[in-house]
């Protein structure tokens, strides 16, 4: 009844005086002002709730606060002790991520290393590895590389409490998965089907005389099957060399090497797994906050919510003090959104009069 004597709201509050009702008339207008009005959020960000203040950390209060932090605990997963210390806490979900990718990390940094040392020829017979598992030898170390790649990402994700790069890093696991189980799949297949055939074509076809001079030299060899069958002459291959054929010990060395290749991959797959379910259900708990400290779009600021709460503290006003104070009151508001009028859809609720 004195509201009723009361000017309308004017512009940014509203468009059309149905907003100025309250409750609003249409069911539309209630779904979406309701969550907004008359509920301010404790677990989001205060940087969101109060863009003009420094932000503080918040301590649970009591039995009634359903935040979510654990006790003594801010939105981001501090504690604190003394007055002008804050000591870092990391939850069960942040150690899980860590161990984890220290876990990924370190067989990564093995298998890139592995793999130089073999590019290097720093092992006896790393140069036959070069010639004979070109392909194989070039898909390990991309698979290595990929996932040292991988966990740096991973990394910067924990350590920064990143939820974007955490996202990225769990995809890029998949990603990684695939590079892991590729080489162990080439090097069973070529091991398993019909192995002393692939060599008899490599050496006749594939191999050039560099590459076979190489072979022989590593496993002091000279030609496949004797000195006078596809052999690549030497100081120490010609047509009297007292070497045998390179074609036994040729086989016996890719068995070995192709055998411990396959059983390295497949054995490091169920650590990848472990890592990646780790990362898919843990990512997003990296902290005690919710998502990433944004309030949900649903109780965002917007003008027929503004209308309500304008409206509503008008009547009490006019209720208390007359509808002289009221008026004043609508006023000063509109002037103030018009001041920063990209604030309107986040004003802080705190600096409104209090009801």
């Not at 030299?217 to 010609?238: D, H």
């Not at 650590?271 to 779009?297: E, Q």
Request: hydrophobic share 40%; charged share 15%.
């Amino acid at each position: 009844m004195l509201g009723d004597s009361l000017d309308q709201p004017k512009q940014p509050f509203a468009s059309t005086s149905a907003l100025l009702s309250w409750p609003p008339s249409s069911l539309g207008n209630a779904s979406n002002s309701a969550l907004s009005v008359n509920y301010i959020p404790s677990k989001f960000s205060t940087a969101l709730l109060s863009p003009k203040r420094p932000r503080r950390r918040r301590r649970r209060t009591g039995a009634g606060d359903f935040s979510g932090f654990q006790p003594s605990e801010d939105e981001d997963g501090y504690t604190k002790g003394h007055k002008d210390s804050r000591n870092l806490r990391w939850n069960k979900y942040k150690w899980i991520l860590f161990l984890t990718n220290l876990l990924f990390t370190l067989y990564s940094l093995a298998a890139l290393i592995i793999a130089l040392l073999i590019w290097f020829d720093v092992f006896l017979f790393a140069d036959v590895i070069r010639v004979g598992n070109t392909p194989e030898l070039i898909l390990s170390t991309l698979a290595a590389a990929f996932g040292l790649f991988t966990s740096v990402i991973g990394w910067a994700g924990i350590l920064l409490n990143n939820r974007s790069f955490l996202a990225i890093y769990t995809f890029l696991l998949w990603i990684t998965f695939a590079f892991l189980v590729v080489p162990g799949y080439v090097t069973y297949k070529r091991r398993a089907f019909n192995l002393e055939g692939k060599l008899n074509l490599q050496w006749s076809r594939d191999l050039m005389d560099t590459g076979r001079l190489r072979i022989q030299n590593k496993l002091a060899c000279c030609g496949y099957y004797s000195p006078f069958v596809e052999a690549t002459i030497s100081q120490t291959c010609y047509s009297r060399s007292v070497l045998p054929g390179c074609k036994a010990s040729y086989l016996d060395f890719e068995r070995r090497v192709l055998d411990r290749w396959y059983l390295i991959c497949f054995c490091l797959v169920p650590a990848h797994i472990a890592v990646m379910l780790a990362s898919l259900l843990c990512s997003n708990h990296v902290t005690y906050r919710f998502g990433k400290g944004m309030m949900p779009k649903a109780y965002r600021m917007g003008p027929q919510s503004m209308a309500a709460i304008v409206h509503g503290c008008a009547n009490q006003l006019t209720e208390q003090y007359g509808p002289e104070v009221a008026s004043t009151f609508l006023s000063k508001t509109e002037s103030l959104i018009s001041l920063a009028p990209s604030d309107s859809a986040t004003l802080n609720l705190r600096s409104m009069p209090s009801r």
